[in-house]
């Protein structure tokens, strides 16, 4: 699909979420996602973007606006070098936690959006891709 | 480092959250909050969040330790001002903050508060009795 806009931006320290969900903000406007969804969608940038940083070691996101058959939507995309997920159907379950959050970051992310997709593995890293259509 | 600034009024603490708050900004609040509670006799917290556009689940967590810690300190806390786009997001998220009390705007969380503090007044005078 084509992309029309594309950020990139490093997730190193805990202000990088705050600029993560600024970003999120200001594309998810541009693309003229009503108030609700873009709340839903910076929040799911909010929490993927402290995984990045707290679970994966830092990171980064690249974040596009795209189009298809004339819909325009944000596509996010978090990566990181960290240790991977083993199990990837646990980690994506409400209330597992293996930090210090509440263990509704992944699954979270992914009811609040309307695409998710992982790819993970122990000692490759995670890349996390979420999009919300107009 | 930056911090919430947290005023006092009457006998209970208000904070009004204006920035986008980094994790350890929300952390600090926290700890300064229950600090506070305890050095100002605080019975009631209230906490304006209508500024914020999002509350992910860093910062609900945040809420609900603090209503949960000023409970233990015989304090109430009250979350007034959520946004209704941040509302449904929370639950979609899956965070209902079930201990928290919530009012719709800063008058009646205060107004909560002191009925609160009316009913324990009416009972301490009918422990005398």
Known sequence: MPTTKTERLGIKISDDVVRVRQLTRMLSVEVGLGLVDQTKVVTAASELARNTLDYGGGGEVIAEIVEQGGRRGVRLTFEDKGPGIADIEQALKDGFTSGRGMGLGLGGAKRLCNEFSIVSAPGTGTKVTIARWK | ?129
């Open chain 2, 1 to 129: 480092m930056d911090r919430i600034p947290i005023l006092k009024f009457g006998n209970a603490l208000l904070v009004t959250i204006q920035v986008d708050m980094h994790d350890r900004l929300a952390t600090a609040l926290e700890e300064d909050l229950t600090s506070r509670i305890v050095s100002n006799n605080a019975r009631g917290v209230l906490i304006d969040i209508s500024a914020l556009e999002v509350v992910d689940s860093f910062i609900g967590r945040m809420l609900d330790n603090i209503a949960a810690v000023s409970r233990i300190l015989d304090a109430d806390t009250v979350v007034v001002g959520m946004r209704p786009a941040v509302a449904i997001t929370l639950v979609e998220l899956g965070l209902s903050l079930t201990g928290v009390k919530t009012a719709l705007n800063v008058e009646r969380g205060m107004a909560m508060i002191h009925d609160r503090l009316a009913g324990s007044e009416a009972d301490d005078a009918d422990d005398e009795d």
